[in-house]
Structures are given as structure tokens and as C-alpha cells.
């Protein structure tokens, strides 16, 4: 079965720090990998996705996260955090014929 | 842009009414998904559907159903709400035959059983 954590339910950073939020997955077949940003009282966005191209994949708003296989990680960075990218995070994996999986989620907050 | 459309973004209902939250999609998405949002829980599928008429379980079904008479349309039913289903409701869909393609969400409905 395939499963996904997410290390920190709450990760701080100030404005103008490098933002790196986890994911980690398990998965028995090679997997596509997704990042959801969801911002206050709304639904979820697509920030990337990993469909078995390019490691390194860019999405969004400056974000970009890296496939390693061998650590079987997804990790999510940004170079220089902005007040706006404030939101809850969800990291997503999913394989062929199954569903997607999410992981529990980390709340990003950007301090002044 | 694919436009989900959840029909309610705000309900409170009391412990054994009957609920319908709709939820409305303009892409021809062939896939349609119920998911509910919990802190610290993530997103856990309720039920899907992959065609009209279909529908399946997903990992939380005890206590909900769902109908998709339409396409564009996937409602999700609470027969006899109780307090343990207060949560964010979100619907997706999915154009179905890319295996990489993404989920499209709605802006969610955030229901409160007293």
C-alpha cells in the first residue's frame, strides 16, 4: 500500500529564507508525485507534479522539489520565502491503478 | 481554467438530519472524487466515481453515499449526520484516461453537525 509523511505539521521560516518542507513516500511501483498548497478557506492547488520526466521539477510560484528515488523523498523548496506563500502544504503520491494518497500536511507560516 | 463547484461553502445542520453537498465540475472530467479534510489527517477519500452512474468506496465510506446521475454532477449524501462528521468536505475530479494527470478541487465545504 502505498503511504506518505510529511516531516513537521509546522514548519516557520522568516521572510527571505530558503523554504524545505518533506515528503517521503512508499510505494511498491514506480509512482507520479504531486504538491498541493492550500491556502486559508479554500480548496487545494496544484503547485507541481512528478510524472516520471525531468527529476527536478518547477511548479509554481518559485517553488520546484526534487525526485530521489534512492531516498524515496519529494521534497519541496523555495529559494526566498514571501509573506503570500503563508498556506498549508500536502505532498501526494499516486500509482498506476490506485488512488492518490496524501500525506497529513505541513503548515508553512513566513515571519516578518 | 477547470472550474470544480461545490454548491455550499458553509453548513450547520443538526445530529440526524439528511445532507447533500453538491458538486459541480465544466470539464467533462470523467473522474469525480468526495474527500474529507481533518487536521493532522490529510485528505481521506470518502468515495469516487469513474463514469456516470458508477460509483465507488473509497477509504471512509460508513455513513455517507454519493450519486452521479450526470456527469458534471457527483453529490455526496449524509443519510443521519452526527457530530463526527463535522469537517471540510472537498470534491475533486480528474480527466480520467492520463494517468498523470492532477486532481482539480473545489473550495471546499466546511459542514458543523451540533
Known amino acids: 500500500a502505498q503511504s506518505v509523511t510529511q516531516l513537521g505539521s509546522h514548519v516557520s521560516v522568516s521572510e527571505g529564507a530558503l523554504v524545505l518542507l518533506r515528503c517521503n513516500y512508499s510505494?511498491?511501483?514506480?509512482?507520479?508525485l504531486f504538491w498541493y498548497v492550500q491556502y486559508p478557506n479554500q480548496g487545494l492547488q496544484l503547485l507541481l507534479k512528478?510524472?516520471?520526466?525531468?527529476?527536478l521539477v518547477k511548479g509554481i510560484n518559485g517553488f520546484e522539489a526534487e525526485f530521489k528515488k534512492s531516498e524515496t523523498s519529494f521534497h519541496l523548496t523555495k529559494p526566498s520565502a514571501h509573506m503570500s506563500d503563508a498556506a498549508e502544504y500536502f505532498c501526494?503520491?499516486?500509482?498506476?491503478?490506485?488512488?492518490?494518497?496524501f500525506g497529513p500536511g505541513t503548515r508553512l507560516s513566513v515571519l516578518p | 481554467d477547470v472550474k470544480v463547484t461545490q454548491s455550499s461553502r458553509y453548513l450547520v445542520k443538526r445530529t440526524g438530519e439528511k445532507v447533500f453537498l453538491e458538486c459541480v465540475q465544466d470539464?467533462?472530467?470523467?473522474?469525480m472524487f468526495w474527500y474529507r479534510q481533518d487536521p493532522g489527517l490529510g485528505l481521506r477519500l470518502i468515495y469516487f466515481?469513474?463514469?456516470?452512474?458508477?460509483?465507488e468506496k473509497g477509504d471512509i465510506p460508513e455513513g455517507y453515499s454519493v450519486s452521479r446521475e450526470k456527469k458534471e454532477r457527483f453529490s455526496l449524501i449524509l443519510e443521519s449526520a452526527s457530530t463526527n462528521q463535522t469537517s471540510m468536505y472537498l470534491c475533486?475530479?480528474?480527466?480520467?484516461?492520463?494517468?498523470?494527470?492532477?486532481?482539480?478541487f473545489g473550495e471546499g465545504s466546511r459542514l458543523t453537525v451540533l
Open positions: 466515481s469513474y463514469d456516470v452512474k458508477m460509483k
Open positions: 470539464m467533462d472530467h470523467e473522474n
Open positions: 510505494s511498491s511501483v514506480p509512482p507520479y
Open positions: 501526494a503520491v499516486k500509482s498506476y491503478g490506485q488512488n492518490f494518497v
Open positions: 512528478y510524472t516520471s520526466a525531468a527529476t
Open positions: 475533486a475530479s480528474r480527466l480520467g484516461q492520463a494517468n498523470t494527470g492532477e486532481l482539480f
